[in-house]
């Protein structure tokens, strides 16, 4: 609070000071990215094969599933961080690993939250590929798992929106990471589970609206810039 | 295969020499030598209220017992229903709320031990200036809620099972005045967002006082009952306990560490913390664990009476 200063002047639209330690605001980013970055590629390494699987073949109650995969993209996250907890809690199945209010458990829920979203988008990219692509690969004596990855190339635009999606609400969402995680910060000002999207509840809470909207800046800005990295990566793939 | 071989007998010899380390450490504690206590490095998991940590208190408090146990404490800000809900899962090691009526059902439960007084604080009713229903300087906590109900004025009540939400009902339950009605308004949030939907709709409610100090600025809002502090009734204060959990329910809890927290809290050290800490050059807590009188009421459920004894 030293008066006027570069912040300031960034942060002119919302008239208000930096009001945070860059300490404090950078480790809640990291536990942020950290938390969104593992559950994400952990929920692409599942989605993309489940996705090539039910979009390159036909059986009876694909529909069925693809329904069921549709309906997890609406999952409530509050009944998700309970179901976690649950789970994570020393009377629950996972008890003994000790994972209530830790970055671990927090994946855990993201993982469950952006699992959907990543298999259907994926699943809808996998189907709209052209079906002459598959016929060709298949023609040209590709195997089934050539015809899966050539079907993922031309793909790739509807996957990278896929994992941008499930990126999205992992790292915007707020009931479970605060109901798995407990939105814990050491005395020293260093987040061990306070996600952006926690710590931005924990000034609304109170009252503090105007620190709270900075915070949601900082916020904003980050999926922006993940969502260039991503784009600028996919440009480069069509370069190349 | 030869290099096979050798490299076996290096891990054999690594790993004699690692058990006899292990060995020579095992007596070395044994003889007491150790300069740090045998919970160092471990996580106090504490589940608490959102005014203690709201406030900044832990951040002042908690540095110091760190710094002397080699120890980190994990601070969890639930609310009163909350922090005790995750104690009963046996989630937490040890409590800090401000509702005794819950307190003594944990502690009824055989879910808690060692509970002490901690410190206090005191809730006051606020309102807006112009006072609709005509409660300013009232000496009775129900007897202002009375008043609001009878004038149908806007009440927002927390309705989050929180500490400050017991004490609200309770006062209710002592009044003449049923809440209920367009005027009441449960909003589920915390103090700070209730304290601003009360400004915005020129409403009534309960607060303590932490809270409502540290955001006067920002909503339209006065005091019109005091708490115990200013010399408002005792209806109004807002006392903080701490509890382990018991290990004989939950034995997955660090109980030795909790003890220890306990111990601190309660200390000279940690007392003069609390006294100590202000928000806004107001002095938010009063320390409650230090008297030379014996108290035996701290140990005894709320409305027991230690006089009968004596």
């Not at chain 1, 509840?201 to 990295?229: C, P, S, W």
């Not at chain 2, 030795?256 to 003069?272: F, V």
Request: hydrophobic share 45%; net charge negative.
């Amino acid at each position: 609070m030293m008066g006027p200063g570069l912040d300031t002047v960034l942060l002119g639209p919302l008239l208000v000071e930096f009001p945070f330690e860059a300490t404090y605001v950078r480790s809640i980013i990291s536990v942020s990215l950290y938390v969104s970055l593992i559950a994400v590629a952990l929920s692409t390494l599942v989605s993309v094969p489940v996705a090539v699987l039910v979009g390159l073949s036909d059986f009876r109650g694909k529909g069925v599933l693809t329904s069921v995969i549709n309906t997890g993209m609406g999952f409530p996250s509050v009944v998700v961080g309970l179901a976690v907890l649950f789970l994570v809690s020393n009377q629950g199945p996972l008890g003994a690993l000790d994972l209530v209010f830790t970055k671990e458990a927090m994946v855990l829920s993201q993982f469950v939250l952006a699992t959907p979203p990543v298999t259907a988008i994926s699943l809808a990219a996998v189907t709209g590929v052209d079906r002459g692509v598959r016929d060709a690969a298949h023609a040209l004596g590709g195997t089934r798992v050539d015809t899966a990855l050539v079907v993922v190339k031309q793909a790739r635009y509807g996957v990278a929106t896929a994992v941008l999606a499930g990126f999205g609400r992992a790292i915007s969402e707020v009931g479970s990471v605060l109901i798995v995680g407990g939105n814990i910060a050491g005395a020293d000002g260093v987040s061990k589970t306070r996600t952006l999207t926690t710590a931005i509840q924990l000034e609304a809470r109170q009252g503090r609206y105007g620190t709270a909207m900075v915070l949601g800046a900082v916020l904003v800005g980050l999926v922006l810039v993940v969502n260039a990295v991503v784009v600028r990566l996919g440009g480069r793939g069509v370069g190349g | 295969m030869e290099i096979q071989r050798r490299e076996f007998l290096a891990a054999a010899g690594a790993g004699t020499l690692a058990g006899l380390a292990g060995c020579s450490g095992g007596s070395g504690s044994g003889d007491g030598g150790g300069d740090r206590p045998g919970v160092a490095g471990e996580t106090l998991t504490l589940t608490t209220t959102t005014s203690t940590d709201d406030t900044g208190l832990l951040d002042e408090l908690h540095p110091p017992f760190e710094g002397m146990y080699g120890v980190t404490v994990d601070a969890v800000a639930q609310g009163t229903g909350a922090a005790l809900e995750t104690a009963r899962a046996g989630d937490s090691d040890v409590v800090m709320v401000h509702a005794r009526s819950l307190e003594d059902e944990f502690m009824r439960e055989g879910l808690g031990v060692n509970r002490r007084d901690l410190m206090f604080n005191d809730f006051v009713v606020v309102g807006p200036e112009s006072d609709p229903a005509g409660i300013e300087g009232m000496s009775s906590a129900t007897a202002a809620f009375a008043a609001i109900a009878n004038a149908s004025a806007p009440f927002v009540s927390r309705g989050d099972n929180s500490g400050t939400h017991t004490k609200e009902l309770a006062i209710w339950a002592q009044s003449s005045a049923e809440p209920g009605g367009d005027w009441y308004r449960e909003t589920g949030q915390g103090m700070g967002q209730v304290l601003n939907i009360a400004s915005e709709q020129g409403g009534y409610t309960l607060s303590d006082r932490g809270t409502y100090l540290s955001q006067r600025g920002e909503v339209d809002l006065v005091i019109l009952v005091q708490g115990p502090i200013e010399g408002g009734p005792d209806t109004l204060a807002n006392p903080y306990g701490v509890m382990a959990v018991n290990p004989a329910v939950h034995d997955s809890v660090n109980y030795d560490l909790a003890m220890a927290y306990i111990g601190y809290l309660t200390s000279p050290q940690a007392q003069d913390v609390i006294s100590n800490y202000e928000a806004n050059g107001k002095q938010l807590f009063f320390p409650r664990a230090l008297s030379e009188d014996p108290d035996f009421q701290q140990y005894v459920p709320e409305g027991w009476s230690s006089s009968e004894g004596r």
